[in-house]
């Protein structure tokens, strides 16, 4: 047993389908993700862990610029109220890659899968296809990803307003766009770059960064949920 802080979140109803297919084809080797033409390694599949847990997604504590609508929304933002994970509910983007649990990357053809830990969350990154005309708005958006050189650019769009962006209430509107560099700066190491532009909750476009670390003997747990003590009032 691994020494990590453990907590109880409830699984998503992943299919035995769906997870026999990651098995079957991230075991494949495909030239969509194994080295661009200039060489440089395009595999970023493995067990990865935060290098340095930060419960806001602004380490040097500075504060994106908020617009009004922002501000109400941050002032209203309880930890022990109304986090969106008090009721069980995914992560959403960025706070998923954010969270104090290992994710694993699954590469196969024509998709990128991020799997969490935590609600055993499954990300979705297409790689064959332009953004939908018109998404449904959800937790995670609509995510469509490129390779530039040895870096996984995502783009994400067609979110809900429910999630925060990271662990101390932050907010986002549906008008989130949210735009990654994914890439390993070495063997060991991961690092996702954001880009963080919602015009009705912020004042300009902001960046954040979050470190990984590959534990090559780990596997991803399950894991439950368990916060049916707490009262979970979303903001309206």
């Known amino acids: 047993m691994r020494n990590r802080l453990m907590f109880l979140i409830l699984p998503s109803a992943l299919s035995i389908v769906v997870l026999a297919t990651i098995l079957v084809q991230s075991a494949k080797p495909s030239n969509n993700f194994k080295t661009s033409q200039e060489g440089v390694s395009r595999d970023l599949m493995g067990v990865w862990l935060y290098d340095h847990y930060h419960h806001a997604i602004f380490p040097e504590g500075v504060m994106p610029s908020l617009t009004t609508w922002g501000e109400t929304r941050f002032r209203t933002a309880d930890t022990l109220v109304n986090d969106p994970n008090l009721g069980c509910l995914p992560r959403g983007i960025p706070r998923m890659m954010m969270a104090p649990y290992p994710i694993e990357i699954y590469q196969v053809s024509g998709m990128v899968l991020i799997e969490q830990e935590s609600l055993n969350e499954l990300r979705h990154i297409r790689m064959n296809r332009q953004h939908l005309k018109d998404p449904d708005p959800s937790y995670d958006g609509d995510s469509i990803g490129k390779w530039e050189g040895n870096t996984l650019i995502v783009d ?15 907010p986002h509107s549906d008008q989130l766009h949210v735009i990654e560099r994914i890439r390993r700066i070495d063997h060991e190491t991961l690092q996702d770059d954001f880009m963080i532009e919602d015009p009705k909750a912020y004042t300009k476009a902001w960046i954040a960064s979050q470190d990984y670390k590959l534990h090559s003997d780990w596997e991803i747990q399950e894991t439950t949920c368990d916060h049916n003590h707490y009262v979970f009032h979303p903001v309206q």
């Open 156 to 170: 994400t769009i067609g979110f809900n307003d429910v999630t925060w962006l990271d662990n101390g209430g932050l």
